[in-house]
């Protein structure tokens, strides 16, 4: 059989170098989207089914998508390669089989009840989409295909995230060396331009006892790992040359967008890197990998500050701390310890932790985390605490411990807000980095959701061996928000006296409406309060439905009643409302005189706070805000901040808290 190399992508030719190498026994492909794995696996497997007449096995965790996915993606191939004619295509069963030496391609998923029996038949198992596989299935697959000389397993997949147990136990546990980008196929060796890929890598060889001899043997490297892009994919850039393939100039304006826009996205997706996907409802959504880590080196000039979280499913937490304290305030995380089964004990984490300390040349350590970490425990006999075995442990083997864990946590909605402000540079005076070594909180901080109420949503997840079912993320993300609100204690406490989230916000956010949505509005009025505190002051809304729009309003320090009347009558309202002391009832008659809408006068309030909180759950309902407004108009963007930042208990930030609820007021008595 000869092979037109334009019906192949740089992949398909280590594929089938690799494929008739028999001390290799696993072929791993990873990378982007539109990389060409898949096809260029089919095309493979369909030319050596027809040259050895060997069965093989395709599979997928769930077997109703093979059908429109990879089996497709066979027809397809032996299609585009002209030897369709040479196959049975067994829609029903999804097999193919070739006609002249009766080989077998069969395709199962993993819900299949006889999916890892009987393996020995084939020749190769291909694991599509492997990162969709739990390990146990990978485990029990890799022992059973066995029986024939040379059997091999084929892998792609996409990168997800880094905690993957492929990254951690398959990627992570071996010593990898670069493979170089030649293939020689028979005598004839391809072009080097035609078979350019993003990386190979080949394991190292390991020294392995004979089980009947007893001897020490070298076993050869059996592992071959081919990551690739589109860039490899000639169906995608076009060749190198340009006389065969396709330059899909849509998918590529696509990845370029992704590329400016979406980092994180077209690391994963484009350039088939571990990473994460943000979904853009994440609990730390101002947190941004690129800006917010960096290599974080231990100082030891500054005390250790230990984070924990004493949750056991998937692993015990403890982060490493250090605070910079100057006229700013930096903290920094510089390593962190998962420990997972058998080390997700009280006293062998801390094991863990004694043994870090002891690297770093540390003597004494401040211990932060969970309240509940103090609770009395039925494991120990003594009915200790977590906590006090941790930090038992740690004096044990010589370290002085200060314990600065609190009674009770700080409040998750709010804790979250102050790190996300932080983030944002809102608080320009403090700051926190990640040490980019520190991969598994990473990945939580980027993957942790938001619920309902502004708290973070612990999705559960179950065990396929043990059974047990835990919460797969926020534990890292609950020991980085104990340790930030203990350090910077001082600083959340202003920040969560200034920011009451319950006063206006519904579900943990203010209401808006849409200004470019038409609405027909019924009835408008002005509400302003020309000296409270030395501002001048106002609120405009319309009503729409039964809600109420404020759709402009006045934020200004000012003492000229010119300045306040020329703002009046820009309103252009029917109905304005002055709510004033005698000094301005000059500036109320001369308003009468120049609008052609109602003016009134009405006493100040003796009693602000009262009326706020009285007004407070009618701001709830039925005030919607103009977000656009508040991003683009100065006085807008100063009027909600004052409004968020109303204090009650030191009547702070009251101003545009006063108007509105003056506003709300005059609504009711006026049955608008």
Known sequence: MILNYKLFNPLFFYLLMFLQNKTIRNIIMFGGSSSGKTYSMAQAILILTLWEGTNHLVMR????????????????????????????????????????????????????AEKIKGLSSFKRVVLDEWSEFDEADYKQIRLRLRGMEGQQL???????????????NVFDKQKWHDVPMAVKLGSQTIPEELTRVKSIKMNEPRVIMHKRTGEMIEHSPDTVVIQTTYLNNFWVVGSPDGTYGYYDEQCIATFEYDREHDPDY????????????????????????????????????????????SNVMPYISVQFWQAYIGDTISIRQFDEICAESPNNSARKAAKLVANRLREL??????????????????????????????????????????????????????????????????LPELGILIGENCKTSIEDYMSVQKDANGAISKTKIKNKITGQTYEEHGHLSDC???????????????????????????????????????????????YCMPNINGRFVLADGKKCGDSWHITD???IETTSTENMKTALTECNSSRVILECSKSYYLMARDLRDSLTGDVRVVHESTDLPRRIAATSDYVKSNIRFNESGMNDNVEYGEFMTNLLDYNKDANENIESSAVLSGFIQAVLKLGL
């Open 61 to 112: 965790k769930v077997g109703a998508s093979i059908k429109d996915t990879v089996y497709q993606d066979f027809k397809t191939a032996a299609e585009q390669l002209g030897i369709s004619k040479l196959f049975k295509f067994s829609d029903g069963v999804k097999t193919i089989t070739c006609i002249q030496n009766k080989a077998r391609i069969v395709f199962k998923g993993l819900d299949d």
């Open 154 to 168: 084929i892998y792609t997949f996409n990168p997800i995230k880094e905690t993957h147990w492929i990254k951690k």
């Open 266 to 309: 077209y690391n994963v997706y484009a350039l088939g890197e571990w990473g994460v996907i943000r979904t853009g409802s994440e609990f730390f959504s101002s947190f941004n990998r690129g800006k917010h880590t960096a290599e974080v080196a231990y100082n030891p000039e500054l005390p250790v500050h230990l984070s924990i979280d």
């Open 361 to 426: 040349n540390a003597t004494k350590v401040y211990i932060h985390g969970d309240a509940s970490t103090k609770a009395a425990n039925t494991i120990d006999d003594e009915k200790r605490s977590f906590l006090d075995l941790f930090i038992g442990v740690l004096q044990k083997e010589g370290f002085e411990v200060v314990d600065c864990v609190g009674n009770k946590n700080p409040s998750v909605p709010m804790s979250g807000e102050f790190i996300n402000a932080i983030y944002d540079e809102a």
């Open 480 to 526: 980085k928000r104990y340790i930030v609100v203990d350090i910077l204690r001082e600083q959340f406490l202003l920040f969560s006296n200034r920011r009451k989230r319950n006063l206006y916000a519904v579900d943990g956010a203010i209401r808006f409406y849409n200004p470019s949505t038409e609405c027909a509005y019924t009835e408008n009025l002005v």
């Open 553 to 555: 309003v006045r934020f």
